[in-house]
């Protein structure tokens, strides 16, 4: 078969051209020409194809170059250029055996992009992956670092990438085309019929790697980087998180080795405090391995969220430098959505609390937020939440909050609060339609996000940390009225669901915010709802202390509902400290009020105290007919539990078993009805306690079982049916 360049020369000297003439015809320079023509150069394809048009050679010149290159691109194309994945790559194995098989998969897009945010462990993932399947490429496998988000180096353009690609492809320097169309066809040429993979490391945008990731080859190219590139349509994506909590574990002592923390307890507080982010658990250990430190030393450093990026970073490795170079290429706008975020009292918002934030529409926060989403600096997810990693937020609010002007950062606060107070009385509203509230002369636009009383339940259920948090945030930012508002209305949810500790930790802000705003009414509504924490606690002498300086407040503001409903609390903490007689005539005289302002729920929570007294006094009927007409007013689902148990505890009371009985299974059924394992334990417990009184103790022992399978706490102090079943003659 007659060598490439010499068929060239003797086709171009029979029809009397010039290398000067074939030079202009071809677009080449004549001194190339000149290397191929004497076998000092390879042809490629293009060149080939533009030699065979110019001399009419009939396709015969082009197969000639495409035979006699084979040979010769197998031969290079055999390079090994993977980087070791490191002799510290633990974990991951999931992801390992995942990425591989696509690398493998016939069917399956050639390209692929692997992405996370900094420091996740994207490179060596993608190197492991592609060793293990090297042998299945006979034409060779490279690594190319791309420096899209390398602290200090300039990124590789993408002529400069193709350039350095064609130039490990065998190509030499002087038949790399100048222009980057040209590089790009010389691209194509080369990747065609190869069977290679190419790790594209450290990419910043799809423009630098485009010419390289459309050819048309078997080859395959695992791209890795911090954006998610969504331009490169035909790619797949592979999202890389942080380690589960084991495997961080076992990387802090794989690198630490012997100076790892024995303290099992210590070192799972520095991998959370690292957030399980492979880059910070590497530091970390290298601190370690250094000396200096001891374990309980640099976890201080690290709980402190002042402290915390500066003790991960060790001279050569930094997180937040790695964070910073992500963090620079934003515009402003986007910059001040990230440091706003910083803002927001839990590392997941919703997008409603986010837009409330930024002071945006749904369109403009919808696009700021999916460029972050993109750079892998927050995670949007399908349930319409924002999340920042927590060293992400920590850097949010070390570097990107300050550029954020004083004024827009307290304009933003006020914003969330109000949204979050506007949505919290909203879903209030639907869960307890007929309880008082506050005025906070917010819109009720809020009002639009629940459709029904379940979904209103769920948003409380999810979101009841995130609102107490934003009670204390109101608080430092002197917003009193939102602060001690938002408690308020909380105090439902918290009752609901016995959650005592918040629903008194937020109250006892809300009180130093009311004090401080001077209002008597408000600072009485607070130690009212107190004083009903307390008791529902069990904590009855600090109950009645609150609702009596509730009453004071209440005298001074000259408010006469807030009065009478503190006079029906310290009732019903009189009823629970034994003072039986005066609880009956404060409720008594509360009873006759409410039914002249036709509060009707009020009226039936009333009568369930008198019945409660009542029984206690052994006035049985007495107590039966205001048990049965509390049961008639209940309004919601919840307060027909609540009677339903009272009318059973009168008759269990009264010792009417068979009453007893039936009353506690009508209230176990409306109990799971209203969705209140609280009430439904008691009456559980209730039916225990009959089975007990008629002396079954074995039907008494399912009963309490079942009970306690719920798992709340049937406080005895507050709770007859608990008080009874703790009695010594019940137990089991």
């Given amino acids: 078969m007659p060598d490439f360049g010499a068929e060239l020369k003797r086709r171009r000297t029979s029809v009397g051209m010039s290398l000067t003439g074939l030079a202009a015809s071809v677009h080449f320079t004549k001194g190339y020409l000149s290397k191929v023509e004497n076998g000092k150069a390879r042809v490629n394809r293009e060149l080939a194809k533009a030699c065979d048009q110019a001399l009419g050679a009939g396709g015969e010149l082009l197969a000639l170059a495409t035979e006699s290159a084979s040979p010769a691109r197998r031969n290079a194309g055999g390079i ?20 591989t098989a696509l690398l493998l998969r016939p069917d399956e897009a050639r390209v692929g992009i692997v992405h996370g945010m900094a420091g996740a462990g994207k490179t060596v993932l993608a190197v492991a992956a592609a060793r293990r399947v090297a042998s299945t490429f006979p034409d060779g496998s490279l690594f190319f670092d791309l420096r899209g988000h390398t602290p200090g180096a300039v990124e590789l353009s993408s002529g400069e990438a ?28 080369q990747l065609r019929g190869r069977r290679m993979i190419l790790v594209l490391d450290n990419v910043r945008s799809a423009e630098q790697i485009r010419a390289i990731v459309d050819s048309e080859t078997s080859s395959r190219i695992l791209v890795t980087s911090r954006g998610r590139l969504p331009a490169l349509d035909d790619a797949w994506h592979f999202p890389v998180g942080v380690l589960p909590l084991d495997d961080a574990l076992h990387l802090l002592r794989s690198v630490a080795g012997e100076h790892a923390p024995t303290d099992e307890g210590i070192a799972t507080e520095i991998i959370r ?79 409603g609390a986010v837009e409330a934030l930024a002071g945006l529409d749904t369109g403009e926060a919808d696009r700021l937020m999916d460029r972050l989403h993109d750079a892998n600096l927050v995670v949007r997810d399908e349930r319409g939440y924002v999340e920042l990693h927590d060293l992400i937020r920590t850097f949010a609010a070390k570097h990107a909050l300050p550029e954020v002007g004083p004024d827009d950062r307290e304009a933003a606060v006020r914003r969330l609060v109000d949204h979050l107070v506007a949505m919290t009385l909203a879903a209030d509203e639907l869960a307890e339609p007929y309880r008082f509230r506050p005025a906070t002369g917010l819109p009720a636009s809020a009002a639009l996000a629940f459709s029904d009383s379940d979904g209103a339940l769920a948003w409380l259920a999810a979101q009841w940390p995130v609102l107490a948090d934003t009670v204390d945030a109101a608080a430092r930012h002197r917003l009193y009225d939102r602060c001690w508002q938002l408690a308020f209305v909380l105090r439902a949810f918290f009752f609901r669901e016995k959650l005592f500790e918040p629903w008194m930790r937020t109250h006892e802000r809300a009180l130093e915010a009311a004090r401080a705003a001077g209002d008597p009414s408000a600072t009485g509504m607070i130690l009212n709802n107190l004083g009903m924490a307390c008791l529902e606690a069990g904590h009855v002498d600090d109950a009645v202390r609150f609702h009596e300086q509730a009453q004071e407040q209440f005298a001074v503001a000259d408010d006469d509902r807030g009065a009478i409903d503190a006079m029906s609390s310290l009732a019903w903490a009189r009823l629970y400290r034994g003072e039986a007689e005066p609880a009956l005539t404060e409720l008594t005289t509360v009873l006759a009020v409410y039914r002249r302002t036709g509060r009707t729920r009020n009226v039936a929570i009333a009568l369930r105290g008198i019945a409660l007294v009542s029984a206690a006094l052994g006035q049985f009927p007495e107590a039966l007919a205001a048990a049965r007409e509390a049961t008639e007013l209940a309004q919601l689902p919840i307060d027909r539990a609540m009677s339903a148990n ?41 039916l225990g306690n009959t089975a007990a009184g008629r002396g079954d103790r074995q039907a008494a022992a399912r009963w309490w079982a079942e009970a306690a399978a719920y798992r709340v706490t049937l406080n005895p102090a507050v709770l007859g049916e608990a008080q009874y079943r703790n009695r010594p003659t019940c137990e089991e």
Avoid: K
């Fill in 646 to 686: 009272c009318e059973a505890w009168v008759h269990f009371r009264a010792g009417r078993w068979d009453h007893a009985e039936s009353c506690y299974r009508h209230a176990a059924q409306v109990a799971d009805d209203a969705g209140s394992e609280y009430e439904r334990a008691r009456a559980l417990t209730g």
């Fill in 80 to 99: 090994v250029g993977l980087p070791d994945s490191g002799r510290y790559f633990v974990g991951r194995e999931p992801e390992l055996e995942a990425l």
């Fill in 273 to 351: 405090y690292c957030g399980q982010l492979p880059l910070a658990v590497r530091v970390v250990a290298a601190r370690f391995v250094a000396g200096g430190w001891t374990a309980a030393e640099l976890r201080d450093r690290l709980a402190d969220e002042t402290t915390r990026l500066g003790a991960l970073e060790d001279g050569e490795r930094s997180v937040s430098t790695a964070f910073t170079v992500s963090y620079e290429t934003l515009p402003h706008d986007q910059r001040r959505l990230l440091g706003l975020l910083a803002l927001h009292p839990a590392a997941a918002a919703e997008t």
């Fill in 162 to 189: 193709m350039h350095r690609l064609l130039r490990l492809l065998d190509i030499s320097a002087d038949q790399v085309p100048a222009d980057e169309d040209g590089r790009a066809n010389l691209v194509r040429d």
